[in-house]
C-alpha cells in the first residue's frame, strides 16, 4: 500500500527550521510563548504511533525539534543584531556610497551603502530623503550632517528592511551634502558600460526597458508603462529572479557542453558567472536567492545522478533562510518557493489533461498554469489585485521577452569584446518597441481582479491544489471529494468574509513632520492630514507600505493651504481637497472644496476653525487636533481625542475622553511606538488595533 505522502528528509528538515522562523516570529510580534511548549508535546507524542520503530521515530523527533529551535534561534539573533544597532535620534556626520535613487518631482530618495556614522564604520544602509533633486549618481560617495532616525521594531516592513539591511533614515537637504569622491566598483563599473552600450545602440524609452529587462532598474521606464505591465501580470520579468537565472545558467551550459572539463569544475565557472550577475544587479535580495537555487541544482547535478527537483528545492529553501531567516516573509521569496513548488508538482497532471494539445503547447502551458494559480493568493494578499489577463499574457510575452533577454545578454558580452558590434541592437529595439505599443495602447487596470479577501482561507486554497498534484497519493474517488468539500468551504469562507460590512477602518500614521488618518468606508478612502513638513516621496512610500493607493479625497487641517496641496497633489491621485479658508487657491488642477462642514456617505466632518476637525463616524465623534488649541464649537462629548502630543489644555477639558498620540506619550496609547495605529468602528463601538 502507498503511502499517502512521502516526506523526503530534507523536506522535513527544511520545513521544521520553517516552523522555528514561524513560531519565533509569532513570540516577537503576538508574544504568543506558550505555543512552543504545546508543539513540542505533540511531537514527542508522535513515536506513540510506531511501537516497532521506537528508536527511529524519537530519533525523527529529535532532528524536528533542533531545526525547529535552531530556526527560532537563527530569526531571533538576526532581530537582535538590528536591534542593538539603534542609534539614539540625534545630529550624526553621515557618509556613504550612493547605491540607489528614486525621484518624485521635486523629491528625492537616496539609498546609502558601506556607511560611516560619525567616522565608524556600519554594516547597515540608510535611506536620505531630499527636498529636491540630487546632483551625484551612482557610486559617488557623498557626506552630510543631519539628524539621523532608526526605524521603529515593530514597523510593519521591518523584515523587507532587515532583509536589505536597511537600518536609518535621515531628512537633508541638497545644499546640506557635499562630494567625497567616487568609490571604486567593479560591479558598478561593468553596470555602468552596460548601460552605456545600452544607451548608444538604442532608443531611450527601449534602453530603459532593456535596463529593467537585463538588471532591473526600471527607474528609467515610464510609469505609466510600467503600471500597465504590473496590471497585466507580466511586471516580473523586470525583477532580477529565477527566470533570468534560469536563462543564463540554460545558456552558459550549452555553451560549455563542448568544452571537456570536469563537471563540478564547469558547475563553479556558472556559479561564479551568476555571482558576478548578482553583483551587476545590485546583489538584489531576488539575485541572490535565484542564484543560491541554481548552484544548488547545478552542484547536486555535477556530483551525482540526475537531481531530485524537489530535493534540490527543499535545499535551496534551508540554504536561503540560514543565510538570512527573514526572507521566509518577503514576499519575492514565497513566489520563488511556491511556484517553483507547484510547477514540479502539477507539471505533469497538467501535461496529461493537455494531451490534446501540441506537445510544445501543453509544456509551456504546464508550466504557466501551475505558476499561475499557485500565485494567486500570494498576490492578492500582499498587492490587492491580480490580473485576469495574466496566463494569457505570460503565454504571449513571456517567451518573447526571455528570447529578447538572451539576445542581449549575449550582445552585451560580444559588445565588451567588440565595440562597434552594438549595431545588433537594432533587433531587440525594434521588438521592445513593438511590445511597448501593446502595453500602451489599452489600460489594463480594466483587466485586474482587487478588493478580495482570503485570510485563513488561503491555507484551503493551497490544500486544494496540492491534493491535485501527483506527490499526494489517494485514490481518484478520494480525491475528488476531499477536493470538492475544500472548495465548497473555501468559496462560502470567501463569500463570508467579503460581504460588506456597516465597518469603518481608521489608519493612524506619522510621514516626516506630518500627520495622517485615513478612513476607510465602503468606496471611501479618506485622507486626513495636518501635512506639515510634507515631503510627497515619503508619503507616497507610506501610502503604498500601509497599501493605501487609492484616496478618493483629501481634507486639509490648518494653514499653508496652497503648499500641502501642491505637494499631496503630487502623490495622490484624488477627487478633492476639503479646506476651511479664506484663501483663495489657484493653479491647483484637483478640485478644492472650501467649506466649513461636508458630508461623504455616512460619514460627517465639521471644522473647529481651520486647525482642528470634528468627524462623526457611525456614532462615534472624533477629535482631530494636532494644533494643541482646546475648540469645542460642537458642545460634543468626544469619544476620541487625537492630537500630536500630550497636552495638558486638551487633557484637561477632555479629561473623560480616550486619547491618543502621534509622538512618543509615557502611558499613553501613540502611534509613534505601535508603527501608526488602527481602529475599527462598528454599531457605535470602537476597537484599538495595535
Same mark, same amino acid.
Request: aromatic fraction near 14%; hydrophobic fraction near 45%.
Given at each position: 500500500?502507498?503511502?499517502?505522502?512521502?516526506?523526503?528528509?530534507?523536506?522535513?528538515?527544511?520545513?521544521?527550521?520553517?516552523?522555528?522562523?514561524?513560531?519565533?516570529?509569532?513570540?516577537?510580534?503576538?508574544?504568543?510563548?506558550?505555543?512552543?511548549?504545546?508543539?513540542?508535546?505533540?511531537?514527542?507524542?508522535?513515536?506513540?504511533?510506531?511501537?516497532?520503530?521506537?528508536?527511529?521515530?524519537?530519533?525523527?523527533?529529535?532532528?524536528?525539534?533542533?531545526?525547529?529551535?535552531?530556526?527560532?534561534?537563527?530569526?531571533?539573533?538576526?532581530?537582535?543584531?538590528?536591534?542593538?544597532?539603534?542609534? $539614539?535620534?540625534?545630529?550624526?556626520?553621515? /557618509?556613504?556610497?550612493?547605491?540607489?535613487?528614486?525621484?518624485?518631482?521635486?523629491?528625492?530618495?537616496?539609498?546609502?551603502?558601506?556607511?560611516?556614522?560619525?567616522?565608524?564604520?556600519?554594516?547597515?544602509?540608510?535611506?536620505?530623503?531630499?527636498?529636491?533633486?540630487?546632483?551625484?549618481?551612482?557610486?559617488?560617495?557623498?557626506?552630510?550632517?543631519?539628524?539621523?532616525?532608526?526605524?521603529?521594531?515593530?514597523?510593519?516592513?521591518?523584515?523587507?528592511?532587515?532583509?536589505?539591511?536597511?537600518?536609518?533614515?535621515?531628512?537633508?537637504?541638497?545644499?546640506?551634502?557635499?562630494?567625497?569622491?567616487?568609490?571604486?566598483?567593479?560591479?558598478?563599473?561593468?553596470?555602468?558600460?552596460?548601460?552605456?552600450?545600452?544607451?548608444?545602440?538604442?532608443?531611450? %524609452?527601449?534602453?530603459?526597458?532593456?535596463?529593467?529587462?537585463?538588471?532591473?532598474?526600471?527607474?528609467?521606464?515610464?510609469?505609466?508603462?510600467? $503600471?500597465?505591465?504590473?496590471?497585466?501580470?507580466?511586471?516580473?520579468?523586470?525583477?532580477?529572479?529565477?527566470?533570468?537565472?534560469?536563462?543564463?545558467?540554460?545558456?552558459?551550459?550549452?555553451?560549455?557542453?563542448?568544452?571537456?572539463?570536469?563537471?563540478?569544475?564547469?558547475?563553479?565557472?556558472?556559479?561564479?558567472?551568476?555571482?558576478?550577475?548578482?553583483?551587476?544587479?545590485?546583489?538584489?535580495?531576488?539575485?541572490?536567492?535565484?542564484?543560491?537555487?541554481?548552484?544548488?541544482?547545478?552542484?547536486?547535478?555535477?556530483?551525482?545522478?540526475?537531481?531530485?527537483?524537489?530535493?534540490?528545492?527543499?535545499?535551496?529553501?534551508?540554504?536561503?533562510?540560514?543565510?538570512?531567516?527573514?526572507?521566509?516573509?518577503?514576499?519575492?521569496?514565497?513566489?520563488?518557493?511556491?511556484?517553483?513548488?507547484?510547477?514540479?508538482?502539477?507539471?505533469?497532471?497538467?501535461?496529461?489533461?493537455?494531451?490534446?494539445?501540441?506537445?510544445?503547447?501543453?509544456?509551456?502551458?504546464?508550466?504557466?498554469?501551475?505558476?499561475?494559480?499557485?500565485?494567486?493568493?500570494?498576490?492578492?494578499?500582499?498587492?490587492?489585485?491580480?490580473?485576469?489577463?495574466?496566463?494569457?499574457?505570460?503565454?504571449?510575452?513571456?517567451?518573447?521577452?526571455?528570447?529578447?533577454?538572451?539576445?542581449?545578454?549575449?550582445?552585451?558580452?560580444?559588445?565588451?569584446?567588440?565595440?562597434?558590434?552594438?549595431?545588433?541592437?537594432?533587433?531587440?529595439?525594434?521588438?521592445?518597441?513593438?511590445?511597448?505599443?501593446?502595453?500602451?495602447?489599452?489600460?489594463?487596470?480594466?483587466?485586474?481582479?482587487?478588493?478580495?479577501?482570503?485570510?485563513?482561507?488561503?491555507?484551503?486554497?493551497?490544500?486544494?491544489?496540492?491534493?491535485?498534484?501527483?506527490?499526494?497519493?489517494?485514490?481518484?474517488?478520494?480525491?475528488?471529494?476531499?477536493?470538492?468539500?475544500?472548495?465548497?468551504?473555501?468559496?462560502?469562507?470567501?463569500?463570508?468574509?467579503?460581504?460588506?460590512?456597516?465597518?469603518?477602518?481608521?489608519?493612524?500614521?506619522?510621514?516626516?513632520?506630518?500627520?495622517?488618518?485615513?478612513?476607510?468606508?465602503?468606496?471611501?478612502?479618506?485622507?486626513?492630514? %495636518?501635512?506639515?513638513?510634507?515631503?510627497?516621496?515619503?508619503?507616497? /512610500?507610506?501610502?503604498?507600505?500601509?497599501?493605501?493607493?487609492?484616496?478618493?479625497?483629501?481634507?486639509?487641517?490648518?494653514?499653508?493651504?496652497?503648499?500641502?496641496?501642491?505637494?499631496?497633489?503630487?502623490?495622490?491621485?484624488?477627487?478633492?481637497?476639503?479646506?476651511?479658508?479664506?484663501? /483663495?487657491?489657484?493653479?491647483?488642477?484637483?478640485?478644492?472644496?472650501?467649506?466649513?462642514?461636508?458630508?461623504?456617505?455616512?460619514?460627517?466632518?465639521?471644522?473647529?476653525?481651520?486647525?482642528?476637525?470634528?468627524?462623526?463616524?457611525?456614532?462615534?465623534?472624533?477629535?482631530?487636533?494636532?494644533?494643541?488649541?482646546?475648540?469645542?464649537?460642537?458642545?460634543?462629548?468626544? %469619544?476620541?481625542?487625537?492630537?500630536?502630543?500630550?497636552?495638558? /489644555?486638551?487633557?484637561?477639558?477632555?479629561?473623560?475622553?480616550?486619547?491618543?498620540?502621534?509622538?512618543?506619550?509615557?502611558?499613553?496609547?501613540?502611534?509613534?511606538?505601535?508603527?501608526?495605529?488602527?481602529?475599527?468602528?462598528?454599531?457605535?463601538?470602537?476597537?484599538?488595533?495595535?
Amino acid at each position: 500500500m502507498k503511502k499517502i505522502l512521502n516526506l523526503r528528509p530534507i523536506a522535513i528538515i527544511s520545513l521544521s527550521f520553517m516552523s522555528g522562523i514561524f513560531f519565533a516570529y509569532l513570540k516577537f510580534k503576538f508574544n504568543v510563548s506558550y505555543i512552543y511548549l504545546v508543539l513540542l508535546s505533540i511531537l514527542f507524542v508522535i513515536p506513540l504511533f510506531n511501537k516497532n520503530k521506537k528508536f527511529i521515530s524519537y530519533l525523527f523527533v529529535l532532528i524536528v525539534v533542533v531545526c525547529f529551535i535552531s530556526g527560532m534561534f537563527n530569526f531571533n539573533s538576526q532581530l537582535s543584531k538590528y536591534s542593538k544597532a539603534q542609534k $539614539q535620534t540625534d545630529v550624526y556626520n553621515i /557618509e556613504g556610497t550612493v547605491s540607489e535613487i528614486n525621484s518624485i518631482n521635486n523629491y528625492t530618495s537616496v539609498t546609502l551603502t558601506n556607511i560611516k556614522i560619525n567616522q565608524e564604520n556600519n554594516n547597515y544602509k540608510i535611506k536620505i530623503y531630499i527636498n529636491g533633486n540630487l546632483n551625484y549618481k551612482l557610486n559617488d560617495r557623498i557626506a552630510v550632517s543631519s539628524n539621523l532616525f532608526s526605524y521603529e521594531m515593530k514597523d510593519s516592513k521591518i523584515y523587507y528592511r532587515i532583509l536589505n539591511k536597511l537600518r536609518y533614515y535621515a531628512y537633508v537637504n541638497q545644499s546640506d551634502i557635499y562630494f567625497k569622491g567616487e568609490k571604486n566598483n567593479i560591479f558598478f563599473s561593468i553596470r555602468n558600460k552596460i548601460e552605456n552600450i545600452l544607451d548608444n545602440g538604442m532608443d531611450e %524609452d527601449t534602453a530603459s526597458l532593456s535596463k529593467a529587462l537585463l538588471i532591473g532598474d526600471v527607474g528609467g521606464v515610464d510609469a505609466d508603462l510600467l $503600471q500597465n505591465f504590473r496590471y497585466g501580470g507580466i511586471a516580473h520579468i523586470f525583477s532580477v529572479s529565477g527566470l533570468h537565472i534560469a536563462l543564463i545558467s540554460v545558456l552558459l551550459i550549452f555553451l560549455l557542453k563542448k568544452v571537456r572539463i570536469n563537471k563540478i569544475l564547469k558547475s563553479f565557472i556558472i556559479m561564479s558567472i551568476l555571482i558576478i550577475y548578482s553583483g551587476v544587479c545590485g546583489f538584489s535580495a531576488s539575485s541572490v536567492r535565484a542564484s543560491i537555487m541554481c548552484s544548488t541544482y547545478l552542484l547536486i547535478k555535477a556530483i551525482g545522478n540526475k537531481p531530485d527537483s524537489l530535493n534540490s528545492l527543499f535545499l535551496s529553501f534551508l540554504i536561503v533562510l540560514l543565510l538570512s531567516p527573514v526572507n521566509l516573509f518577503d514576499v519575492g521569496f514565497q513566489l520563488s518557493f511556491i511556484v517553483t513548488f507547484f510547477i514540479i508538482t502539477l507539471n505533469y497532471p497538467c501535461k496529461k489533461t493537455l494531451k490534446f494539445l501540441p506537445e510544445k503547447i501543453a509544456s509551456s502551458f504546464a508550466v504557466i498554469i501551475p505558476a499561475t494559480i499557485s500565485s494567486l493568493p500570494i498576490l492578492l494578499m500582499n498587492f490587492g489585485y491580480v490580473s485576469v489577463l495574466s496566463m494569457m499574457l505570460n503565454f504571449i510575452f513571456v517567451p518573447v521577452l526571455s528570447l529578447i533577454f538572451v539576445f542581449l545578454f549575449i550582445s552585451i558580452l560580444l559588445c565588451f569584446l567588440i565595440p562597434f558590434y552594438s549595431i545588433i541592437l537594432f533587433l531587440p529595439n525594434l521588438f521592445l518597441n513593438a511590445i511597448s505599443g501593446v502595453f500602451m495602447i489599452f489600460d489594463y487596470s480594466n483587466f485586474i481582479l482587487s478588493g478580495i479577501k482570503l485570510s485563513g482561507f488561503a491555507i484551503v486554497y493551497y490544500l486544494i491544489i496540492a491534493i491535485l498534484s501527483d506527490k499526494i497519493n489517494l485514490k481518484k474517488l478520494i480525491k475528488k471529494v476531499a477536493v470538492t468539500t475544500l472548495a465548497i468551504v473555501f468559496i462560502a469562507g470567501v463569500i463570508i468574509i467579503n460581504v460588506p460590512q456597516n465597518t469603518v477602518k481608521l489608519s493612524m500614521f506619522k510621514c516626516g513632520y506630518g500627520y495622517y488618518l485615513i478612513i476607510n468606508h465602503k468606496n471611501e478612502n479618506i485622507l486626513v492630514c %495636518d501635512g506639515s513638513g510634507l515631503n510627497s516621496y515619503t508619503l507616497s /512610500e507610506q501610502l503604498s507600505l500601509i497599501g493605501e493607493n487609492n484616496i478618493t479625497c483629501v481634507v486639509i487641517v490648518g494653514g499653508n493651504e496652497y503648499l500641502k496641496i501642491k505637494n499631496i497633489e503630487s502623490c495622490v491621485n484624488a477627487n478633492c481637497f476639503y479646506i476651511c479658508s479664506d484663501n /483663495e487657491i489657484s493653479g491647483i488642477k484637483t478640485e478644492i472644496v472650501n467649506t466649513e462642514s461636508f458630508e461623504r456617505g455616512n460619514i460627517k466632518f465639521y471644522y473647529n476653525g481651520e486647525n482642528s476637525l470634528h468627524i462623526d463616524i457611525l456614532n462615534c465623534d472624533i477629535l482631530f487636533n494636532i494644533s494643541g488649541t482646546v475648540n469645542n464649537n460642537y458642545n460634543v462629548v468626544y %469619544d476620541l481625542v487625537i492630537s500630536d502630543s500630550f497636552n495638558e /489644555e486638551i487633557q484637561n477639558f477632555y479629561e473623560n475622553t480616550k486619547t491618543v498620540f502621534y509622538k512618543k506619550t509615557e502611558g499613553f496609547i501613540d502611534a509613534e511606538s505601535s508603527c501608526g495605529l488602527l481602529f475599527n468602528i462598528n454599531n457605535g463601538k470602537m476597537y484599538i488595533r495595535f
